[in-house]
């Protein structure tokens, strides 16, 4: 078998420096590195315990960023007692219940059997699927890589890329933590079936290949590629195929009954949004811009990550760099968080192989978790862990900067939402302007699920009523944001471009994205609508000013759609020119 990939393989077979490596000859040195691996454990636990739990001990009781679709779905899990419903009360919109659900059901069973609220579980879910994948990719890693040491350097670099959390710890990842750490653990089992053959391995492959399948799409997709690269790595196809069956089957619950619902098409919609061209393009940039981790600080788990593909490339192994490379191409939606798996693996070389070796020469380099002589340098060891100290500064200044997601919904803004559940008609239809686009802020998320009123341009869920609708919908949602800056005329035209007035508009108050985050998100626009005769203040506290669309306003949007008609047929509209 070539490829040093798999040279963990290589050792479930019985090939491989099995002797020279781990554990051979006396037991008492073994022992003294086993005790020498509590240390670099410890702080690689540690690490990730702090840059993905600080952001939630500062989100003031509230899910990070998303989840308000996934919170909803919940509640009507519970209402209908735990039976799929044919679509969701989310934003009154008739979403299909399609998306895979093991994660929402994980959540709703939890609330029932737990003293704890169901916001609550969406805080605190998401952080312990996150810290569990961490153990997870240290097991993927183990049998990947040829030493403890690799593994944990691996490890190390996803517990603390920001790339690799930062869509975890969120609200949403009750279903896409769920997803990831089933899609390593398959993984990590297909490398041993493929290894072994033993029966036991594959089942436990296709049980969590197939659980990943109904948690998240994302998660299928990283999943299945996994199990065909690791099969044509090994160079069989047989062993590949049978996992790729059970997963199927495991997953039959789910996609069988949106498969009679939706038809095939609507089973596979919310996966093709943007066309592999779009994906394509987009995966190619990510590439080449050399930003997939999204290390703020100094770009460590990157750099080690390029130094170790280049060192597989230049053995001629092809299996992390190519699939690093499909996913970024192939999956449009979350391909850089998976990505960062390959990308983390490559890590492991870039420091055990690359960087280390260019300043220690040491005979037993690289026979265990951590070298007996390497860890007796007291240099090696401090710069070690110096280096992880860096890593995980820089990862908490993004949680903390206003580019990263992990921003919960202020106080005074859920204040505001209970005041909109309190006070306004049920059917109320509202348009929510923070001047971010849909899924950086959660203010326009958790507005349906916390109010049970429409926001019109949230396209949360749309994606699967198709591809077109999802389409329309994002672009609505972009126009209505750039309305941020502009004035009560952007509204106007916003509104009559889309044939149609809501009956309120909500702007948030306060710096909706962390302290570094303007405390005014709309300035221009909310001057302009206080000042307009045509709006109505209805609201205006410390969390959000809503003002009711009057008659007069609507009737102005309608007007300014049909005066368009007329030229249109002339031939003198700027469209037609």
Known sequence: MRGLDLLRLGRLRGEGPSAAG?????????????AAAIVPAFAVGLAAVLVRG??????????????????????DLQANSFLMPATTSYNGADIPFAYPPL????????????????????????????????????FLARQLLPTRFHALVATAAFAVAPQSYMWVIEGGGVTRGLGLLLALLAAGWTVRYLGDGRTSQGALAMLAGGLAVASHPNAALFAVLAVVLLGLQARTLGRPLRILIGMGIVSAPWWAIVAVRLGPTGLVSAGSLDGPAVVALRGFLELLSFSTTGEVFLPIVEATGFLGLLLCLNRRSWLLPVWLAVELLVDERLGTMYAMVPLCLAAGYGLADVVMPAFVRVSDYGRDLMPGELWRSTALRDGLLGILCIATFGSLVFDLAAVSPEHALPAATREAYQWVSDNTPAAASFAIITGSPAGTDGSQEWFPALTSRMSVATPQGVEWLGAEKWRSTYKDNVALQACASDTAECLLAWASDRGGAPQYVLLP???????????????????????????????????????RWPAVAARKARAGRESELPRILTGESEAAV
């Open 54 to 75: 600080i952001p939630i001990l500062g989100s003031g009781g509230f899910p990070l960023n998303d989840g308000g679709l996934f919170y909803s779905m919940a509640r």
């Open 22 to 34: 781990e554990g051979a000859g006396d037991a008492r040195p073994r022992a003294r590195a086993s």
């Open 509 to 547: 108050k306060g710096p909706l994205l962390g302290a570094g985050s303007p405390n005014d998100c709309c300035t221009a626009l909310r001057h302009s609508l206080l000042a307009s005769g045509d709006f109505a203040v209805a609201y205006d506290g410390p969390g959000a000013t809503i003002v």
């Open 103 to 138: 994660g929402i059901y994980l959540v709703a069973f939890l609330h029932l059997a737990l003293p704890v609220r169901l916001i609550d579980l969406f805080v605190w879910l998401p952080l312990a699927l996150s810290l569990a994948s961490v153990a997870a990719m240290f």
